[in-house]
């Protein structure tokens, strides 16, 4: 099973300004998924990371706001973009190794903005 | 389209009681099918899953889940909860189109009582 390291767990930002949450994997993976779980709520996905190409974002989800970095097959960063309080959620990182096998997570982190 | 429904928002169970969490899926071709539980301030932890085969599954911590084809159903099950169950669990449905897509239930807050 993959390990995935999330950084940071938590941080409280200010309205207006930008995050940069890391994933680094265990092991080598093609695709990186990040999601979003607003509070009390299921998990959304954001975007797929593909390594050497663009992400692909999900319906409601624009680059401007939620750029994506897949620079290596074990590694993503994804940025919270102009921060409001409306962003308050946990995000996670997400791999899986084939079609039949579960997805695994991050540990999350948990952003609140003020 | 693809869909799991966690009907129970919350379910109390005294310890050492059986517990059941329902999840009832819609998906086009195959189910695949999973399980996960997220404890407080940490990501989501992979439980079980149903791919194909026997219709009861296995899984960690003593948790089996139920595949009924008919019924479109995959409950969660455990003959002996313990205080130490209590969490929240999510359901989830791997999209047999796209297998990028996992779609996850609204999530059931298990409480298991001394």
């Known amino acids: 099973s993959a390990v995935i390291s999330q950084k940071p767990s938590r941080d409280i930002c200010q309205r207006g300004t930008s995050l940069t949450i890391q994933c680094q994997v265990d092991?080598?993976?093609?695709?990186m998924f990040w999601y979003r779980q607003q509070p009390g709520q299921s998990l959304t996905l954001i975007a797929t990371?593909?390594?050497?190409?663009?992400?692909?974002?999900e319906s409601g989800f624009v680059i401007d706001k939620f750029p994506i970095s897949r620079p290596n097959l074990t590694f993503s960063t994804l940025t919270v973009s102009n921060m409001s309080p409306e962003d308050s959620s946990i995000y996670l990182c997400?791999?899986?190794?084939?079609?039949?096998?579960?997805?695994?997570f991050g540990q999350g982190t948990r952003l609140t903005v003020v | 389209a693809q869909s799991v429904a966690q009907p129970e928002d919350q379910v109390n169970v005294a310890e050492g009681n059986p517990l059941t969490v329902k999840c009832t899926y819609s998906?086009?071709?195959?189910?695949?099918l999973f399980w996960y539980v997220q404890y407080p301030n940490r990501g989501l932890q992979f439980l079980l899953k149903?791919?194909?085969?026997?219709?009861l599954v296995k899984g960690s911590y003593g948790f089996e889940a139920e595949f009924n084809k008919s019924q479109t159903s995959f409950h969660l099950k455990k003959p002996s909860a313990l205080v130490s169950d209590s969490a929240l669990y999510f359901c989830?449905?791997?999209?047999?189109?796209?297998?990028?897509?996992?779609?996850f239930g609204s999530g059931t807050k298990l409480n298991v009582k001394p």
């Open positions: 997400s791999v899986y190794e084939n079609w039949n096998t579960e997805a695994f």
């Open positions: 092991s080598q993976v093609t695709m």
């Open positions: 990371a593909n390594q050497g190409s663009e992400a692909t974002y």
């Open positions: 998906v086009s071709g195959n189910p695949y």
């Open positions: 149903y791919i194909t085969g026997d219709n």
């Open positions: 989830a449905v791997r999209d047999g189109d796209n297998f990028n897509k996992f779609y």
